[in-house]
């Protein structure tokens, strides 16, 4: 057994695999049916997907680890009152594990739609379940289960890869055939030529050479099909802060809720290394934790969640709003949220392109501050985000130099400008850009600063740089269906536009939250807000159009004191 496993079994095996009582089974039976497994059977197979939560009532099932190469253990026997599952249960998405029957096994299989009404029924109970889902999800990343990622380390084809499924909370296994003989053996038994990698072998036994997240994502069953018949009450266009606060209330709350990412969910949010003025979190939290958490709780409440799935238009009118996938798929909703907050500013460099995603980053995540270690780190911006960045990589990195169009002190909150000032690996360069990047290969060697007043150049040695320079709107991709935006891309919302609702844009029906929004406050607390706000608006939207009749029995919005 690895010894990661070991380790989190050692601290948390009670609450991962805890062992319910007679009375609790029973309770928990009543939402699922039984069913027998003889002896030796395959009760589910990685990269397919399993029946649902499968309550053990008697006999011994074995759950074991694989990654599509044959190879695994066994992570746990679960016997009477265990279950087996983690999180891809909630959504009946593949599994990522085996399950044996090691004997006869009896069970109660709960499939995902009543695994979602128990967690809501039985409070308790539902409690000790998600927090096993969870923390089994956390098991298997840490030992990296899953699928194989094999390709040179620092290539930039599988930093994107590695980068996609960490921010989508899937484990994975990543080798280099210069250093790891597996690797070497895949890479020869299917004839892999260097312009083929990375590869990926899949749980189900595929293999994708060079692939698009797309391409694996539905190897691995992160996405599927979508129903063209089902109409939702509200689609929402973004996973990050906002528009998962916008599931987690409209699905608590009733309705039926689509959320649609183009890349993972989280967003910007999500790169953040340690959020430390999001109220609740004294000690600070980092943006991958308290999105996973977000992401975890709107499945609870039933939300489906298509990631990656890139939307490419919105057509309104008189009837349902259709919002158009790239897939060539279209989704029916009664409203649409869009919080599809904003895409990174590139630099306006040469040669830029060189090195974006092997030596260029635009987010500071474990993965980023394991390449840096010991290395020379320029970073340019002059945001919070730039400062919890500079933050975390200077704990790692041999030197940092931050630059900075403007003093610290107007742009940054005062707390990260007094940490950073009290790091002695960071150096501060204060009224200067980014003029030029030199090295070869994708291998950044060093960059040229320009002093804006004057014009002086200096050279920096730098083998990483990070941007943090702000973002743009991602609404290039309504401004044919008529929503009015701002002079920035922005879209206006409410008053500004004459809209019946709060948050609402000049489309009826149709409503924008968190960065996207025009005048919004960059925070993820604002976001939030606007999250939860939006999902009032859209109950009285409904209410007040005939074709919601049908769903006016939802549970309406509580006072937040009730919250």
């Known amino acids: 057994m690895p010894e990661a496993r070991e380790s989190l079994i050692a601290t948390r095996g009670a609450q991962m695999f805890p062992r319910l009582t007679d009375e609790e089974i029973a309770r928990l039976s009543r939402f699922g049916e039984p069913r027998g497994y003889p002896k030796g059977a395959f009760v589910a197979r990685a990269g397919e997907v399993a029946p649902g939560l499968l309550l053990i009532l008697s006999g011994q099932l074995e759950i074991r680890e694989h990654d599509g190469a044959g190879h695994g253990s066994t992570i746990v026997v679960h016997e009477r009152g265990n279950f087996a599952g983690e999180l891809a249960q909630l959504s009946g998405r593949p599994s990522l594990v085996d399950a044996v029957a090691l004997t006869n096994v009896e069970t109660v299989v709960i499939p995902p739609d009543r695994l979602r009404a128990l967690l809501i029924a039985e409070a308790a109970l539902g409690e000790q379940i998600m927090r096993a889902l969870i923390l089994r999800r956390v098991g298997l990343i840490e030992t990296g289960s899953g699928p194989i990622i094999v390709g040179p380390e620092g290539d930039a084809g599988v930093l994107r890869l590695v980068n996609f499924l960490r921010r989508n909370g899937y484990p994975y296994q990543q080798l280099d055939p210069a250093t790891d003989s597996c690797a070497r053996t895949l890479v020869e038994q299917f004839e892999v030529v260097p312009e083929e990698l990375p590869i990926v072998l899949c749980p189900n036994g595929n293999l994708l050479r060079k692939p698009s997240e797309d391409q694996l994502a539905r190897c691995v069953g992160l996405v599927g099909p979508v129903d063209p018949h089902k109409l939702y009450d509200v689609v929402v266009v973004g996973a990050g802060p906002s528009g998962l606060a916008t599931a987690v209330y409209a699905g608590s709350e009733g309705l039926s809720v689509l959320v649609i990412d183009c ?134 990195a041999r030197k940092v130099t931050l630059v900075a169009r403007r003093p610290l002190e107007q742009t940054m909150s005062s707390y990260l400008v007094e940490r950073i ?143």
């Open 421 to 563: 000032r009290a790091l002695p690996n960071v150096d501060v360069v204060i009224g200067c850009e980014i003029a030029e990047l030199e090295g070869s290969d994708g291998e950044l060697r060093g960059v040229t600063i320009r002093e804006r007043d004057t014009g002086k150049l200096i050279r920096k040695a730098a083998r990483y740089l990070f941007s943090f320079i702000g973002a743009e709107p991602n609404t290039d991709w309504v401004q044919s269906s008529g929503i009015r935006l701002d002079r920035q891309g922005f879209v206006l919302t409410g008053e500004e536009v004459g809209a019946g609702y709060p948050l609402e844009t000049s489309r009826g029906g149709v409503f924008a939250v968190g960065d996207v929004r025009s005048g919004s406050v960059k925070r993820v607390a604002s976001s939030v807000g606007d999250g939860a706000q939006v999902v009032a608006a859209i109950h009285k939207y409904l209410a007040e159009t005939a074709e919601a009749q049908p769903i006016q029995t939802a549970m309406q919005p509580q006072p937040a004191a009730a919250e």
């Open 263 to 396: 890349r993972s969910f989280g967003g910007q949010a999500g790169a953040s290394a340690r959020i430390e003025n999001y109220l609740g979190f004294p000690t600070g939290i980092s943006g991958m934790a308290l999105m996973g958490r977000a992401f975890s709780q709107a499945q609870k409440f039933g939300v489906e969640i298509l990631v990656p799935e890139e939307c490419v238009k919105l057509e309104c009118g008189n009837d349902p709003c259709h919002v158009l996938l790239a897939t060539g798929e279209r989704v029916k909703a009664r409203s649409v949220v869009l919080a599809t907050g904003a895409r990174y500013r590139r630099l306006d460099v040469d040669r830029l392109d060189e090195f974006e995603g092997s030596s260029v980053h635009y987010w500071a995540s474990p993965l980023e501050a394991d390449l840096c270690a010991e290395q020379d780190v320029v970073l340019v911006g002059g945001g919070n985000s730039a400062g919890q960045a500079t933050v975390f990589l200077a704990g790692r």
